[in-house]
């Protein structure tokens, strides 16, 4: 009976999705709204839905000046998959979290998203001043839930590491991994996360290994640092044909890191990346790094070969 029913459910849900789907949003209350977004995302239609929570928001300021911050949560949750663009989203979220209320915990969360977005924008400081004010609004509430702190502290702590801040990320990083990461029952051996990953980038199966990754560095976000996470998230986006990002990546984790036990290869990779755009003078800057500070005579060999076919 509860298999037909929720058969049921879901066949009513489909039914309503399409005129959802057609209708203006103008004119909808905030609970018909929210409602609606909510319909929507179950259904998959994150960006239909970020329209409504787009609107919702948007309507509530201006009928009576408050912001449902749950609703702007909502929408900096589906902005890779939104109807604007990330940058119009952004700047909407900007103007919008610091008028949620002060007195909840909403405010801090949008902070966080609002950090991560900015962190994909390439606006760093925008995304380190966001992530601080996730911690400093956690911190007018007594702490907040320890989940939400951990979120903010890892923002914290991947904003400084974006701006070469390195003590600061470590100290941030180290922070929310003595709080317990959700979904964590045991331990983990962090090196099965790193041969995991690099099974699955050699299988070819990048979603893969971009899961595992993810649940390394949320469980041990120390490792963005002083690990291999970094160099190995920036291979699937090389393989992926996210070179920009690729790069990003590897460049970030030098600039944090730069004399780590990991910095032949960011070198080479970031040498290669730059190789692979088409700027040469600068792979040639990154290769050379790797010649003038390692002595390993395959590794030398091998650059030597890749600078002799530029």
């Not at 609002?114 to 760093?124: A, E, I, M, T």
């Not at 956690?138 to 502290?153: F, N, S, T, V, Y």
């Not at 290994?209 to 291999?228: C, H, R, T």
Request: charged fraction near 35%.
């Amino acid at each position: 009976i509860d298999k037909a029913e929720k058969t049921e459910e879901e066949r009513v849900k489909r039914m309503m999705v399409q005129p959802v789907k057609s209708m203006p949003v103008a004119g909808w209350d905030q609970e018909s709204l929210t409602a609606a977004a909510r319909l929507l995302v179950d259904q998959i239609l994150p960006e239909k839905a970020a329209e409504f929570y787009y609107q919702a928001v948007k309507q509530q300021w201006e009928k009576e000046k408050k912001v449902n911050g749950r609703a702007l949560v909502e929408l900096l949750g589906l902005t890779q998959d939104t109807f604007r663009t990330p940058e119009h989203v952004e700047a909407f979220a900007r103007e919008f979290v610091p008028r949620t209320s002060e007195k909840d915990a909403v405010r801090a969360e949008g902070y966080i998203l609002l950090s991560r977005l900015q962190g994909d924008l390439g606006k760093d400081d925008a995304a380190y001043t966001s992530a601080r004010a996730a911690l400093e609004q956690l911190d007018k509430l007594g702490g907040g839930e320890k989940d939400m702190r951990r979120r903010a502290l890892i923002a914290v702590g991947g904003a400084a590491r974006s701006l070469g801040k390195r003590e600061e990320a470590v100290d941030a990083y180290r922070q929310a991994q003595s709080l317990p990461a959700p979904g964590q029952t045991r331990p983990y051996d962090v090196s099965s996360f790193a041969l995991t990953a690099e099974a699955y980038i050699r299988a070819g199966e990048f979603e893969f290994a971009e899961k595992e990754i993810d649940q390394w560095v949320s469980f041990y976000p120390l490792e963005q640092v002083v690990g291999y996470a970094s160099i190995l998230q920036a291979r699937v986006y090389e393989k992926t044909g996210k070179r920009d990002l690729a790069l990003r990546e590897v460049e970030t984790f030098l600039k944090c890191e730069p004399k780590g036990i990991f910095e032949r290869d960011a070198l080479e990779l970031a040498g290669d990346l730059c190789l692979s755009g088409g700027n040469k003078k600068q792979a040639r800057v990154y290769y050379k790094k790797v010649l003038d500070g390692f002595q390993d005579e395959k590794v030398r060999a091998r650059i030597e070969s890749k600078m002799g076919r530029m």
